[in-house]
């Protein structure tokens, strides 16, 4: 997944810029696509949003056939829209608004501390449980690269950034290198949604 994915927290749209669990949902879910090693990491996008501390899906995009640079190709996508469907999401969502300027870390398209405001969304069940405001340490960081005591052309000032945001967020935003392990965790999502959960999807 290489697409830009939106939440809507507090009336505002933002950017989600990182999911512990690499998933909130996955196409497999619902069938759009078969659970296979191939499809793991197809190019897909979804939006969302929370409303009374519960987070709901609203659309899916899919184009299974896109490269990792590509955008959808207006012939091979596919929107799904959703009525109010609960995701029953367990973990941490980064999310990030305004931003300020485009710095590059490999990894992070753009970089987490490009953004003015960075939250965390801790979920349980699909169930927001707490915020973490993690902007001041966003800002410490553009700020430690603006007066030269950090750069990212160096190595290891990019090492001490990154050990330095692991440090101060909740989640964990590693993505799993085993690949039996991305398996298991999406066809335990697949089996956790019931027929009835399936209703009231529209393809478009």
């Known amino acids: 997944m290489n697409l830009e994915q939106q939440i809507?927290?507090?009336?505002?749209?933002?950017?989600?810029?990182?999911?512990?669990?690499?998933?909130?949902?996955?196409?497999?879910?619902?069938?759009?696509?078969?659970?296979?090693?191939?499809?793991?990491?197809?190019?897909?996008?979804?939006?969302?949003?929370?409303?009374?501390?519960?987070?709901?899906?609203?659309?899916?995009?899919?184009?299974?056939?896109?490269?990792?640079?590509?955008?959808?190709?207006?012939?091979?996508?596919r929107q799904f829209d959703f009525d109010h469907f609960p995701v029953t999401y367990n973990g941490a969502i980064l999310i990030?608004?305004?931003?300020?300027?485009?710095?590059?870390?490999?990894?992070?398209?753009?970089?987490?501390?490009?953004?003015?405001?960075?939250?965390?969304?801790?979920?349980?069940?699909?169930?927001?449980?707490?915020?973490?405001?993690?902007?001041?340490?966003?800002?410490r960081i553009r700020k430690n690269i603006e007066l030269g005591l950090r750069s990212l052309s160096h190595n290891r000032d990019i090492r001490c950034i990154n050990r330095f945001m692991n440090s101060n967020f909740v989640g964990d935003y590693k993505p799993s290198r085993i690949q039996h392990n991305r398996m298991k965790y999406l066809k335990n999502m697949k089996s956790g949604y019931t027929e009835q959960n399936l209703i009231n999807i529209k393809v478009l």
Do not use: W
């Open 8 to 77: 809507k927290y507090l009336d505002k749209n933002c950017i989600i810029l990182c999911i512990e669990q690499e998933y909130l949902i996955h196409p497999t879910t619902f069938g759009y696509l078969p659970l296979s090693k191939s499809t793991q990491k197809c190019s897909f996008a979804g939006s969302y949003h929370v409303e009374g501390y519960r987070l709901y899906l609203d659309k899916l995009v899919l184009n299974p056939g896109a490269g990792s640079k590509s955008i959808f190709a207006e012939s091979n996508e």
């Open 96 to 139: 990030g608004t305004k931003l300020v300027k485009e710095y590059q870390i490999k990894g992070m398209r753009p970089a987490y501390f490009s953004y003015q405001d960075v939250m965390e969304l801790i979920f349980e069940n699909g169930v927001l449980i707490t915020t973490v405001d993690q902007s001041k340490a966003m800002l």
